[in-house]
């Protein structure tokens, strides 16, 4: 699996727009681009992914550049609930036989700042 | 859908002492995920389960144990506590691709078991 890099931390003022990188590039053509937060003590969340095209659901949106090598996820209103650690995972699709396991680096602390 | 749940949510052990640890996966979902998290070490892959086998182990001892049932229900054991596996211990659930078709690795978390080892 590809390797990913992300900032440490991450401020955002509160409504605003949170925007967190994700450095990924090594990916390969079959590699997924996941993103899952944690909230304190809390189990991680799964938030979005992508292949290529952009993708939004009604927690964010995905950005991915045309070449893959970066993604950005945007938290559209940030709010202070949204204040958790941040994972970029990249990942190949799976079939009957794949493993599933996540590989989690360090991830981005955003803290949300009323 | 209700979501993954874990049994026991807390739980004080002290070493030697051996824990059992359930994970009820999201219904439909027939592979379970496990992972511990610590400060240090941060989260890291057990292993996984689907069909009632594993699939796939990481980097632990044979201390660390698993099992799925026909469910599709695990249970993860720990033998001969010690104090370093002081830790959350999470549990994942997702679907299984079928045949040759490539589905997204959507995994969904329950809200761990806190295991505390005196």
């Known amino acids: 699996d590809a390797k990913t890099t992300q900032p440490t931390s991450m401020d955002c003022a509160e409504g605003r727009a949170a925007n967190l990188p994700c450095n990924h590039s090594?990916?390969?053509?079959?590699?997924?681009v996941y993103w899952y937060r944690q909230i304190h003590s809390q189990g991680p969340q799964y938030i979005i992914h992508g292949l290529k095209n952009n993708e939004t659901n009604e927690m964010a949106s995905l950005i991915i550049t045309e070449d893959r090598k970066s993604s950005t996820l945007i938290l559209p209103h940030a709010t202070l609930r949204d204040t958790a650690v941040y994972y970029c995972i990249v990942r190949v699709g799976l079939s009957s036989g794949s493993a599933r396991q996540l590989t989690f680096g360090s991830g981005t602390q955003l803290t949300v700042l009323p | 859908k209700a979501g993954v749940t874990q049994t026991p949510r807390y739980l004080i052990k002290t070493r030697g002492q051996q824990v059992t640890l359930s994970c009820s996966p999201i219904s439909g979902h027939r592979s379970v995920s496990w992972y511990q998290q610590t400060p240090g070490q941060g989260l890291q892959f057990l292993f996984e389960y689907f069909s009632e086998t594993q699939r796939n182990k990481g980097n632990f001892p044979g201390r660390f144990s698993g099992r799925q049932f026909s469910n599709s229900r695990s249970e993860m054991n720990v033998s001969t506590l010690e104090l370093g596996d002081s830790a959350l211990y999470l549990c994942?659930?997702?679907?299984?691709?079928?045949?040759?078709?490539?589905?997204?690795?959507?995994?969904?978390f329950g809200p761990g078991t806190r295991l505390t080892v005196l």
């Open positions: 090594t990916i390969s053509g079959n590699e997924y």
């Open positions: 994942a659930s997702g679907v299984v691709g079928t045949g040759g078709a490539s589905v997204p690795n959507e995994q969904f």
